[in-house]
Nanobody, 127 residues
């Protein structure tokens, strides 16, 4: 029943940085493995990044490796996605996803494994 909410999106120029955040109001997401996906108009949803409950394990889509960093926000109880050196092809609606798990190291890169999703937030990168 918890609803994830993304924040931090906007419009930037190529080469700029942006930080997205995801959380559930009044509730910690420390019990869930989490990820970020994105979807551009007319395209299918694409895996961006994932982080385990502990924060010790992360994974990234090939298109964002070396530029994006996913991490747990242990104060707010959510997660964040630091996006650096943004490119026009990063333009998309970004979605936060969560799956409750007992494993502190579990990571999912398949969108079908997640059962909670935020409404999405727009990121536009202009050249």
């Amino acid at each position: 029943q918890v609803q994830l909410v993304e924040s931090g999106g906007g419009a930037v120029q190529a080469g700029d940085s942006l930080r997205l955040a995801c959380g559930a109001a009044g509730r910690s997401l420390s019990g869930s493995t989490m990820g970020w996906f994105r979807q551009a108009p007319g395209k299918e949803r694409e895996f961006v990044a994932a982080v385990s409950r502990s924060g010790a394990r992360t994974d990234y889509g090939d298109s964002v490796k070396g530029r994006f960093n996913i991490f747990r926000d242990n104060v707010k109880g959510g997660i964040a996605l630091q996006m650096n050196d943004l490119k026009p092809e990063d333009t998309a609606v970004y979605y936060c996803a969560a799956k409750q798990t007992f494993s502190t190291l579990q990571i999912f890169t398949n969108e079908g494994r997640y059962d909670h999703w935020g409404p999405g937030i727009q990121v536009v990168v202009s050249s």
